[in-house]
């Protein structure tokens, strides 16, 4: 009989490649998911991983077991879902998105959760390509993208846009490139991305992100636009983002002349089926995009 849990394990550790991040995604120790393997091992005796100091790779066995074991996992939640109650607002619902949407999703969320605490909100910041693996691995249960996914696994579909924004200091009048080439770029996870997406759409002399001076770098949504207000640099971000920093005072949002918008997506897991729980999550959310 398997053990499913290790089960688990032992495809999430093929899926994200190692053991750390596997023991971050699981919220395990790393010599928990060695273990795991180890008695997965023992108990088929076979050689799942052909183990190269810190790397590895799947030996014959373990891509056998691999490709036959994430149909089984995928199935097992399935019949869980079809067969347990289904309550619309009871339950623990998973959600993953980039931090400007989060910021602006979490709140009425919790809002919701206020009214029915049996609803329990899990949320998670984290780039596209987390947000995107997650889903994949089954490890949320809905996730939101600024790009569409390349997995076969993850569906996506458009929901709304967000506009992305030049922010200075809240004394730049002109915000010409002299002006920003002379402040330097407070950079971010999404900052080259965006900055070529809306410099690159208003302004002749940009080339790159990484060709301007960068004068930071923050990955906590809510410290980007720190340095700006201090005068430190300028940055781009979404509209969420800029919406919920508290010291807006300082800072300006600079008007262009060619406004650029991310389309936002709705991700899923392409085989598994949403519970009504999902599904209120779904709704109300998208009341707020």
């Not at 709140?107 to 910041?125: N, S, W």
């Not at 809905?142 to 569409?148: E, H, K, L, Q, V």
């Not at 809306?198 to 002399?205: D, S």
Request: aromatic share 8%; glycine share 6%.
């Amino acid at each position: 009989m398997f053990n499913t849990t290790w089960l688990r394990t032992f495809c999430t550790l093929i899926d994200v490649g190692n053991f750390t991040r596997t023991a971050q995604r699981l919220h395990m120790t790393q010599s928990g998911v060695s273990q795991h393997i180890r008695k997965l091992e023992e108990q088929l005796g076979v050689e799942l991983l052909v183990r190269q100091g810190k790397q590895f790779s799947l030996s014959d066995a373990g891509e056998r077991l691999f490709r036959e074991a994430s149909d089984v996992l995928l199935a097992l939640s399935n019949l869980e879902h079809k067969v347990t109650d289904d309550p619309a607002y009871e339950g623990r619902v998973r959600l993953m998105s980039p931090g400007s949407v989060g910021l602006k999703l979490y709140p009425h969320l919790l809002a919701l959760q206020g009214k029915h605490p049996e609803l329990i909100i899990d949320y998670r910041f984290a780039p596209n390509s987390d947000v995107e693996n997650a889903i994949a691995d089954a490890a949320v249960d809905i996730g939101f993208m600024t790009a569409p996914s390349t997995l076969a696994d993850v569906e996506c579909q458009p929901v709304a846009e967000e506009p992305l924004l030049l922010v200075t200091p809240a004394t730049v009048e002109d915000p010409s490139w002299d002006t920003l080439a002379a402040l330097g770029f407070i950079d971010h996870p999404d900052g080259s991305h965006h900055a070529n997406l809306l410099l690159g759409a208003n302004y002749p002399e940009f080339q790159h992100s990484d060709l301007l001076t960068h004068k930071g770098f923050s990955n906590q949504i809510s410290l980007i636009l720190e340095p700006v207000s201090m005068g430190l640099g300028f940055t781009v971000l979404p509209l969420y983002a800029v919406e919920a920093f508290q010291k807006r005072e300082r800072i300006k949002v600079q008007q262009l002349s060619n406004p650029v918008r991310e389309t936002l997506y709705l991700c899923t897991h392409r085989k598994r089926a949403l519970l009504r729980r999902m599904n209120t999550v779904i709704a109300e959310a998208r009341k707020w995009l």
